[in-house]
T-cell receptor, first 111, second 115 residues
Framework: QQQVKQSPQSLIVQKGGISIINCAYE??????FPWYQQFPGKGPALLIA?????SEKKEGRFTISFNKSAKQFSLHIMDSQPGDSATYFC??????????FGEGTQLTVNP | GAGVSQSPRYKVAKRGQDVALRCDPI?????LFWYQQALGQGPEFLTY????????KSGLPSDRFFAERPEGSVSTLKIQRTQQEDSAVYLC?????????????FGSGTQLSVL
C-alpha cells in the first residue's frame, strides 16, 4: 500500500537553479517526515527532517516546506550543484511505526 | 568501523538456493532494520529489531524470509528457496535508540540476483 506519493519521478535542473521535489501522504497519524539522499551503489543517507509542528525547516541549501492541511511536504534545493545529482526519497512515519518511503526522484544537475 | 557494514556486497544465486545476508550495525546501536529496495523504487520495510528482540516482522514477504539478531548486534537475513522476484538490494539500517522517528544509518546494501 503506497502511503507516500512522490513527484516528479525525474528532474533535470541547471547548476545554480532550484530543485523542487514534492510528496503527499494519506495517513494523518504520520508525525515525522525525513528526506533521504541516495547515490548509486550506496545506501540512503538522511538529509533533513521535519515534524508537523513547524511549516518550514532550513539547513544550508536544503529546505523542507510542510503543509499539514494539504498533507503535503516538499524539498527545495537552492543553488543546485552537480554534486547534488542523486536520488531523493521522502519518507514518513508515526510514533512506533516503520518508515514508509516514496518512490524516489532522480535529480540531475547539469553543469 | 564507523558505519553500517553489509556483506556480501553482491550475491548471485540460482533459483531454489538458500542465501544469508549479513549486517554489522554501528556499535552500540539498539535498533536494526532490514529494507528491500527493488530497482528504481524506494526501500520497503521488512523487519525491525530492538536489541535481540524482533519487534516487527510484518514486512517479510513470505515464510521463506527469516531474520535474526541473536546477541543484539550482528544480524542475518536468510532467504530460503530463492525466487526471481527476490532479486533486489537488501539494505540494513541501524539507529541509536528505538524506532523510526530518529536518524537511520544505512549500509550500502547487498545486491541479490536470482537467476
Amino acid at each position: 500500500q503506497q502511503q507516500v506519493k512522490q513527484s516528479p519521478q525525474s528532474l533535470i535542473v541547471q547548476k545554480g537553479g532550484i530543485s523542487i521535489i514534492n510528496c503527499a501522504y494519506e495517513n494523518t497519524a504520520f508525525d515525522y517526515f525525513p528526506w533521504y539522499q541516495q547515490f548509486p551503489g550506496k545506501g540512503p543517507a538522511l538529509l533533513i527532517a521535519i515534524r508537523p509542528d513547524v511549516s518550514e525547516k532550513k539547513e544550508g541549501r536544503f529546505t523542507i516546506s510542510f503543509n499539514k492541511s494539504a498533507k503535503q511536504f516538499s524539498l527545495h534545493i537552492m543553488d543546485s550543484q552537480p554534486g547534488d545529482s542523486a536520488t531523493y526519497f521522502c519518507a514518513a512515519s508515526s510514533s512506533g511505526s516503520r518508515l514508509t518511503f516514496g518512490e524516489g526522484t532522480q535529480l540531475t544537475v547539469n553543469p | 568501523g564507523a558505519g553500517v557494514s553489509q556483506s556480501p556486497r553482491y550475491k548471485v544465486a540460482k533459483r531454489g538456493q538458500d542465501v544469508a545476508l549479513r549486517c554489522d550495525p554501528i556499535s552500540g546501536h539498539v535498533s536494526l532494520f532490514w529494507y528491500q529496495q527493488a530497482l528504481g523504487q524506494g526501500p520497503e520495510f521488512l523487519t525491525y529489531f530492538q536489541n535481540e528482540a524482533q519487534l516487527d516482522k510484518s514486512g517479510l514477504p513470505s515464510d521463506r524470509f527469516f531474520a535474526e539478531r541473536p546477541e543484539g548486534s550482528v544480524s542475518t537475513l536468510k532467504i530460503q528457496r530463492t525466487q526471481q522476484e527476490d532479486s533486489a538490494v537488501y539494505l540494513c539500517a541501524s539507529s541509536k535508540y528505538g524506532w523510526a522517528n530518529e536518524k537511520l544509518f544505512f549500509g550500502s546494501g547487498t545486491q541479490l540476483s536470482v537467476l
